[in-house]
């Protein structure tokens, strides 16, 4: 396959680590044309059919998590069988075909509906913007008759939720993020693990106008946040107008009443 000159200027400007392989997807629409030269217009006319197909490859959906399940030493839930079932679930919701159509075409990026889960409060997996967040969380129980006062647990805690007093260590309930980093430090099990869960956020996203999710429940179990998210996609197919983000319907409708909504 041959290249003009003004065809290869134009794949100079494709980023050098995807590079070879826009060659190779450019150079296969050409032969399938019957062509052996690589022209300009060629060029440009393989990049509107390989961003139309990626196009119609689309979900309306995309779930992610972070790399706790690998292994992350600050993981305090481990949710591959729940990311799973979410995707399962927003699956039979048959998100894809209700976007498409909403949208009245095919689907581009900003158009997905994103579920996104971090396993601990650190958020790795951007969270926040995300129409959907789950951040895993572990409460603490104190026991202050065990405490050697060593003072592990109050170096330990970024958010200085812990104090050391003369009678053991006092909780910041307001402060205390649920990291459940001094349970893991403290030598004589005097801060125990409580509930673990997932404090969920809705409504975040990027773009024009960007916005941060909001916090919906505190701590859910795993089937508190299946059954939430089937009541988020109800409230957003009922009110979606033209495949806009939740946020933007929370936005149009009021977030404290679409809240309500949503929790009814
Ligand atoms: S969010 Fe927490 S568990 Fe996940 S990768 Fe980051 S630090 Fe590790
Ligand atoms: S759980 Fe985390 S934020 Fe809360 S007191 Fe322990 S170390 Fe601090
Ligand atoms: S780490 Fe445990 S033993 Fe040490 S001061 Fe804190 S609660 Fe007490």
């Not at 591959?80 to 998100?95: C, P, S």
């Not at 104090?163 to 309930?173: I, K």
């Amino acid at each position: 396959m041959r290249w003009e000159k003004e065809a290869e200027a134009l794949l100079k400007k494709v980023p050098f680590f995807v590079r070879g392989r826009v060659k190779k997807k450019v150079e296969d629409f050409v032969r399938q044309r019957g062509g052996n030269v690589v022209t300009r217009e060629e060029m440009l006319a393989a990049k509107r059919a390989l961003r139309d197909k990626a196009a119609e490859a689309q979900e309306g959906f995309a779930v992610e998590g972070c790399f706790g399940a690998a292994g992350c030493e600050n993981a305090v839930t481990s949710s591959l069988a729940l990311l799973e079932k979410i995707e399962n679930l927003l699956r039979e919701e048959e998100l894809t075909s209700f976007l498409r159509q909403k949208v009245g075409g095919p689907l581009k990026h900003h158009h997905q509906f994103r579920v996104a889960l971090s396993e601990c409060p650190n958020a790795c997996s951007q969270v926040q913007i995300r129409d959907v967040a789950l951040i895993g969380q572990v409460e603490i129980r104190i026991h202050p008759e065990r405490c050697s006062f060593c003072g592990e647990c109050e170096r330990v805690c970024e958010e200085g939720a812990l104090t050391l007093r003369e009678d053991g260590p006092v909780l910041d309930q307001k402060k205390c993020v649920k990291c459940g980093a001094c349970t893991r430090i403290c030598p004589e099990e005097a801060l125990e693990e409580g509930k673990r869960g997932y404090r969920v956020l809705l409504g975040g996203k990027l773009g024009r106008h960007p916005r941060l999710a909001r916090e919906i429940l505190p701590l859910a179990t795993e089937e508190e946040v299946l059954l939430l998210l089937k009541k988020v996609v109800k409230f957003y197919k009922t009110h979606n107008e033209s495949g806009e983000r939740l946020g933007a319907i929370f936005d149009r409708l009021g977030w404290e009443k679409s809240f309500e909504e949503i929790l009814r």
